[in-house]
T-cell receptor, first 109, second 116 residues
């Protein structure tokens, strides 16, 4: 069974720090990888997608992909209290995504 | 703005009383998905449509059905809701990928279902 693993957290960081979120996956054939942010009671919101090995930056967010080691990470620079949410890692399978259970991030002022 | 819309946002139904949730999209995506999400859990895929082709997950109960009358609309029918079906139901859309490649999925706001 294809799996996506995340530490459930909570990951606590002070405001202004870098938050590092990690995800590992089991299907070596996966080709697409996504990070979603989900606030309590709301639907997931896409924040990053990455398809190739290496880093991809978008504003304060950097996604990192290492297919050989089967992990993908998300760095959030200059963390803000508004970044406090659950971050879901999703890995692309055939016509669908496999989601991890998410890491809860808490950013304290 | 292109978007995914779900109605209603909140639905209360009685045990065993059929309920229909709707989803519409203006993204012109050919793939539409229905997920169930319970508190502190990952979204659980129920089924998806690739164009008109229906794809059911092996562990989706028969109690859950879906219809896609056209590209823009998709419905989730719960024929006899049980207390365990209380959850957030999420609709998502995506462009279809060649060779099964999965692209970004965009979610609607969800429908919170309560079963009394």
């Amino acid at each position: 069974q294809k799996e996506v693993e995340q530490n459930s957290g909570p990951l606590s960081v002070p405001e202004g720090a870098i938050a590092s979120l990690n995800c590992t996956y089991s299907d070596r054939g996966s080709q697409s990888f996504f990070w979603y942010r989900q606030y309590s009671g709301k639907s997931p919101e896409l924040i990053m997608s990455i398809y190739s090995n290496g880093d991809k930056e978008d504003g304060r967010f950097t996604a990192q992909l290492n297919k050989a080691s089967q992990y993908v990470s998300l760095l959030i620079r200059d963390s803000q209290p508004s970044d406090s949410a659950t971050y879901l890692c999703a890995v692309g399978g055939f016509q669908k995504l496999v989601f991890g259970t998410g890491t809860r991030l808490l950013v304290s002022p | 703005d292109a978007m995914v819309i779900q109605n209603p946002r909140y639905q209360v139904t009685q045990f065993g009383k059929p309920v229909t949730l709707s989803c519409s999209q203006t993204l012109n995506h050919n793939v539409m998905y229905w997920y169930q999400q319970k508190s502190s859990q990952a979204p659980k895929l129920l089924f998806h449509y690739y164009d008109k082709d229906f794809n059911n997950e092996a562990d989706t109960p028969d109690n859950f059905q879906s219809r896609r009358p056209n590209t823009s609309f998709c419905f989730l029918d719960i024929r006899s809701p049980g207390l365990g079906d209380a959850a957030m139901y999420l609709c998502a859309t995506s462009r279809g990928g060649g060779r099964g490649l999965s692209y970004e999925q965009y979610f609607g706001p969800g429908t919170r279902l309560t079963v009394t």
